[in-house]
C-alpha cells in the first residue's frame, strides 16, 4: 500500500511518509528500512542518523500546519505484538484540541475514535510542502 503522497524523505537508514488514517494532516512515519522492531535492535548507524532526522521531522511537520505541538511516539504494535518501528511525528494544533476536548495520548485516542482521516489529495499537496522543507538545508537551533 502507498501511502498518500508518496516516500517523502529518505536517508541511508529511514524512510519518511505521511501517516495513514485520523492523525491529522502534516503527521509524519519516520519507519527504518531494514525490519527492526525494538530500538534496542538498531544499528549505531541507524541510531546515530535518528535523532537529527527526528529533530527535523518535527520541526517540519509542524511549520506544516502551524503546530501548537508536535508529539512523537514509537509505535510497533499489530495485534498485540512488536511488528516494525514506526515513529509518528504528530503536528498538534489548538483547533484539534478544542475539537476533540483533548490532548496527549487522549488526543490520539480520540482522534481514532473519529476516524476521520485527511483527504487524500490535500495529504498529496502537504507531502508537496514537506519536501520542498526536507530540500532546503537544516537549520541550526
Not at 40 to 54: K, R
Not at 66 to 73: F, I, K, M, W
Not at 110 to 122: H, L
Not at 130 to 136: H, I, K, P, Q, T
Request: with cysteine; proline share 10%.
Amino acid at each position: 500500500m502507498h501511502p498518500p503522497g508518496g516516500r517523502i524523505f529518505e536517508t541511508s537508514a529511514w524512510l519518511v511518509e505521511h501517516c495513514v488514517g485520523p492523525m491529522g494532516l502534516g503527521a509524519l512515519i519516520v519507519k527504518p528500512r531494514r525490519h527492526v522492531t525494538h530500538v534496542a535492535e538498531l544499528s549505531d548507524d541507524e541510531a546515530d542518523e535518528l535523532g537529527p532526522l527526528l529533530k527535523r521531522a518535527s520541526k517540519i511537520a509542524g511549520d506544516l500546519v502551524g503546530a501548537e505541538q508536535v508529539y512523537n511516539c514509537l509505535w510497533s504494535h499489530a495485534g498485540g505484538r512488536p511488528v516494525h518501528l514506526h515513529y509518528v511525528v504528530q503536528p498538534v494544533t489548538d483547533d484539534q484540541m478544542t475539537r476533540h476536548g483533548s490532548h496527549g495520548p487522549l488526543l490520539q485516542v480520540a482522534m481514532f475514535v473519529n476516524d476521520e482521516p485527511p483527504p487524500a489529495d490535500v495529504v498529496e499537496r502537504i507531502a508537496d510542502r514537506a519536501r520542498a522543507l526536507f530540500r532546503e538545508p537544516p537549520t541550526a537551533p
